[in-house]
């Protein structure tokens, strides 16, 4: 927008840890299980039940903060922070307000293929509340506990995001690098990953930041994008106007586009925060960073920036690629086995390798298609051993059945027919079978040509080499019109 002012977006991001137990008990940390089966005295609050801090979940917060090249801070504690709400039974949460685990890190991210960069203020962990769901037909409110306890980091970020673009990215960018570490589902549906949005807007060249509001809860990509869309439109609408914007906490609406005030700053809840007095300060030994720092792999908008690089592959295919731990994997193998089609390869993996897999709803791993075998079957046709077609067919036969390039082309009869004396018969007999296309040719419609090839290639049942079977065609036409 340039109507002489700028949005400034800031996130804070919730993620669930894909940790076995819950962060303070021994219930397990599973979604989809039946209504309140995965609850103990701990998690849902009882009096008297002691919680103790799950290992698992400092490690994975510690690995994100490490990602994030984050500072660890080797000793931190929980705080309780109060509020009142029914899917709290304890009327706290258990969190992290003064001390951290992560602080002032970056984020690197990528908008359309060119890197940008994101300053992270902290990530801390905390426990996830149960959840509501409205019953409508009978107009009550049924709470399940399941999630109480499920682990949380929330990783929140600086103001330095400038549009809706910038945040979606970054927000999907926070969601490979959970998956690339193995730490978190991330999967958005199920609400495992969850953000604030913090918009304001300023007049361009002023130094200082306008008055921000937040919408809170926001749990798809797309949501994030028109939230900030509609928020930054809405502000500049008010300025526009000579009006003030309040700092207001929000909620958007999705379905209808529209947010409406939770409560304004002077409503602003004092959480009354103190250190959790049931658990003690705990210390992540610098050694244990060093482990955990060996463990961090290249991230994903790394790698997505080396395949620009290295091969040349368009920016959107690199961040594909790069961005699914599986595909990268078996891309490099590939690559490292033919080095002249990094383009082909990516072609087949994101193309009909990816439409397999989806119309199977399989994984990569789950079929028996290898590194191997896709370079051979991309030799096979650069080779014109069997058209880009038939390569298809082949590509179904080798991702389902344990069977070779080779074995596949011959079983299914695939072999591309390249053989002069072979094609000369088919193109004759096509010839005289067609004499009406053929009536045209002469007369100057030069597309019966091509009437005539696709007809030669489907009597040969697709096996007949195109271009050697569209000279020899030319050649025959040629010399009936003489
Ligand atoms: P709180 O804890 O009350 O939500 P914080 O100061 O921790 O407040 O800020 C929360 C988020 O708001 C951060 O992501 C930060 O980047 C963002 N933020 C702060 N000021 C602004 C602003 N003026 N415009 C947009 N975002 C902002
Ligand atoms: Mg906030
Ligand atoms: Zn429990």
Redesign the pocket.
């Known amino acids: 927008m340039s109507d002489g002012y700028e949005t ?5 991001i919730h993620a669930e840890l894909s940790t076995e137990s819950k962060i303070f008990c021994g219930c397990q940390n599973a979604f989809g299980a039946a209504p309140n089966t995965l609850c103990c005295p701990v998690c849902t609050g009882l009096p008297g039940a002691l919680p103790v801090l799950n290992a698992q979940v400092v490690e994975y917060a510690v690995k994100m903060g490490l990602a994030l090249g984050c500072h660890i801070n080797t000793l931190s504690w929980m705080d309780r922070k109060h509020y009142f709400y029914p899917d709290l039974p304890k009327a706290y949460q258990i969190s992290q307000n003064d001390r951290p685990l992560c602080e002032t890190g970056q984020l690197q991210y990528l908008v359309g293929g060119q890197p940008r960069h994101l300053g992270i ?1 902290r990530i801390h962990i905390e426990e996830d509340a149960g959840k509501l769901l409205h019953d409508a037909a009978t107009d009550t409110t049924l709470i399940d506990y399941n999630r109480c306890g499920v682990p949380l980091i929330e990783i ?4 330095d995001l400038r549009s809706a673009d910038e945040a979606k990215a970054a927000m999907e960018e926070i969601t490979r690098i959970l998956l690339a570490l193995g730490i978190s589902d991330a999967r958005m549906q199920e609400g495992s990953i969850r953000a ?1 949005v ?3 807007v300023r007049p361009k060249g002023q130094a200082a ?4 509001n ?1 919408l809170k809860n926001i749990n798809s990509f797309g949501a994030v994008h028109r939230a900030i869309v509609h928020e930054a439109a809405r502000q500049r609408q008010i300025l526009a106007k000579g009006g003030v914007i309040g700092q207001e906490t929000r909620r958007w609406n999705d379905l209808e586009k529209t947010s409406v005030v939770l409560r304004t700053k002077e409503e602003t809840h004092d959480y009354r925060f103190f250190p959790e007095p049931d658990l003690p300060p705990f210390e992540v030994p610098e050694k244990t960073i060093m482990a955990l720092s060996a463990q961090i792999p290249e991230l994903p908008a790394t790698k997505t920036l080396r395949y620009q690089q290295a091969y040349a592959l368009p920016p959107d295919d690199a961040l594909l690629l790069a961005g699914r731990k599986p595909f990268a994997d078996f891309f490099e193998a590939a690559v490292a086995l033919r080095k002249a089609a990094p383009r082909q390869l990516a072609n087949w993996l994101l193309g009909d390798v990816s439409k397999l897999l989806n119309e199977h709803r399989a994984e990569l791993g789950d079929t028996r298609l290898t590194p191997d075998k896709l370079v051979t079957l991309v030799e096979a046709i650069d080779a014109g051993t069997i058209s880009g077609t038939a390569g298809k067919q082949v590509l179904e036969h080798i991702i389902s059945k344990d069977t070779s390039v080779e074995t596949a082309i011959e079983m299914l009869g695939l072999k591309q027919v390249s053989d002069a004396e072979t094609l000369n018969t088919l193109v004759n007999s096509v010839i005289r079978e067609n004499p009406a296309a053929v009536a045209d040719w002469r007369a100057g419609k030069k597309q019966a040509q091509g009437f005539l090839l696709g007809r030669c290639i489907k009597a040969s049942g697709g096996r007949a080499n195109p271009q050697v079977t569209a000279s020899l065609l030319r050649q025959v036409l040629d010399d009936i019109c003489e």
Do not use: C, F, H, Q
């Open positions: 400034v977006i800031g996130l804070e203020t929140v970020t600086e103001p604030d913090n918009v304001s930041y306008g008055v921000r937040e």
